[in-house]
């Protein structure tokens, strides 16, 4: 296993939701970069946990902080132990990189969303993410970045995903907003969107169910479904001060989806 250089200069990424998934992914794609990495995770722990072993394996730092992204009323105390964990392990008051990954998929036709997961979604997707970010400003440095997750499906359309697909629209405008008014304090703020990707997003479909597998293939240029390797990667790249100037943009990374 490769291991990383870490340097005094070592930048500090928050991805909310990396105990699995595309979070976990573009946490260790940062992690090689040499990035210190703050996981944050619901119920799993020791996901959470083995997520910073493998980092720490690798030479890096991470710490692991649990977060319930759909209850703004536990904002407050999940930034404290923030703040503790940024003097304990780094003596820092601030981080540099907010990914804005955690969330979850709701499947259903328009007709039967309910509102029950019409809230669920409203309340991690953009109200969570609204309200995060608003608790966490004076935290992130000057000059930092905030990569907010949004879907391909804002962009083309697959029934059943009505709901889902409004809630990224509003990240997708929410994202050009934050980066207006954060500019004077240089912090950009884009959104990535992903393709179908396979992981166990609305229970595994597109990577456990071959049929929308092979349909998802063909509807994509490049003749593949995508893998996390391609998210992580992207955000990580899209972090990195090459990509500096990229500001208020919305980046799909679906290797050409429904084009």
Known sequence: MRRITMTNSMKIALVTGSSRGLGKNTALALAKKGVAIIVTYNRSLN?????????EEM????????????????FDGFVEKLKQSLQDKWQSEQFDFLVNNAGIGVYAPFAETTEEDFDRLMNIQVKGVFFLTQKLLPLIADGGRIVNLSSGLARFTLPGYSAYASM????????????KELGSRQITVNVVAPGAIETDF????VRD????????????????????DDIGGAIASLLSEDNRWVNAQRIEVSGGQSI
Request: aromatic share 4%; charged share 20%.
């Open 59 to 74: 030479g890096g730092q991470a710490v692991a902080i649990q977060l319930d992204s759909s209850d703004t009323k536990t």
């Open 47 to 55: 996901e959470a946990k083995n997520v910073v072993s493998t980092i």
């Open 209 to 228: 169910n071959p049929e929308i597998n092979k349909f998802i293939a063909s509807q994509t240029a490049l003749g593949r479904v995508g893998v996390p």
């Open 202 to 205: 609305a229970g595994g479909s």
């Open 168 to 179: 990224k629209g509003a990240i997708e405008v929410l994202t050009r907003y934050l980066a």
